[in-house]
């Protein structure tokens, strides 16, 4: 009888030990608080020490659909940086279980790496740990996103012309460009920053597919074409169009209000 009911016990002990292993075995859970980020393509530069892992939480604008991130290490930070650290990446939903992006070694300029969005979450988890050489130091890290938008786009032409905008606050303007063949299209503006003078608007511009959501490469550094800081007389940006479509779209915000002018014009091999 004795035996019988160890018999027992021990089936259901070992019932409970199942479920319990079951529940949160494979959950990520950061040892401390995450800090915040938000998807608005700013570094955030940070130090690593061997062995440390750094957990951020990045939210996105409410509508997106892709996330973006991009870090800068010791590997990989290009001309303009000076960062001591080698890092390994990872993105994992809110549930802190699925991975979007698990381990990843190089993330800088045309490694940065996309995932979609799940579940309409606009929020994700990003661990950083020392990479394979173990080589600790300092890092930067920003993330960025794309969003399915309603838009009333504006038609604009390819040609050696510009044009004159106002853009209000908080304000989206949207172009479609019409154009037939793969072909190097620069797109460059006028704002308060640029060497040209006059323009009271500071703007950033975003290059699309033709569905409005993807993103063009700048073809210069090979980086997304999105929301980008300037590209003027001095520092044109341009991309190479898909000769599977017949159009792109350029998506302009401000952070102060104003004018600016616009021009979209073909780079000649």
Not at 99 to 127: C, H, M, Q, R, T
Not at 252 to 268: R, S
Request: include cysteine; aromatic fraction near 10%.
């Amino acid at each position: 009888m004795k035996l019988n009911n160890l018999i027992i016990r021990l089936f259901f002990l070992t019932i409970v030990l199942t479920f319990a292993s079951c529940s949160d075995d494979d959950k990520v859970t950061p040892e401390v608080l995450p800090t915040d980020m938000v998807s608005d393509n700013k570094w955030v530069e940070d130090e690593i020490a061997e062995g440390e892992e750094l957990w951020f939480k990045v939210t996105c604008d409410a509508g997106s659909t892709t996330a973006y991130l991009e870090w800068a290490e010791a590997s990989g930070q290009g001309e303009d940086r000076n960062y001591s650290g080698d890092i390994m990446v990872s993105a994992y939903q809110l549930d802190g279980i699925t991975a979007y992006i698990l381990d990843k070694d190089n993330g800088y300029g045309e490694k940065a790496k996309s995932f979609g969005l799940e579940n309409n979450e606009i929020s994700f988890l990003v661990k950083v740990t020392v990479g394979e050489t173990n080589t600790p130091g300092t890092f930067a890290i920003r993330a960025n996103a794309a969003s399915v938008i309603t838009v009333d786009y504006a038609d604009f032409s390819i040609a050696d012309t510009w044009l004159d905008f106002t853009i209000k606050q908080d304000e989206l303007l949207g172009f479609k460009v019409k154009y037939t063949g793969a072909k190097n299209i620069a797109i460059v503006w006028k704002e308060v920053d640029s060497p040209e003078t006059g323009y009271t608007a500071d703007i950033t511009g975003s290059v699309m597919h033709t569905d409005g959501a993807t993103p063009y490469k700048d073809v210069v550094k090979g980086k997304d074409y999105l929301d980008k800081n300037k590209s003027h007389t001095d520092d044109i940006k341009y991309i190479l169009t898909d000769d599977s479509e017949n159009n792109f779209k350029i998506h302009i915000k401000n952070t102060i209000p104003g004018t600016f002018a616009l021009k979209v014009y073909e780079i000649a091999e």
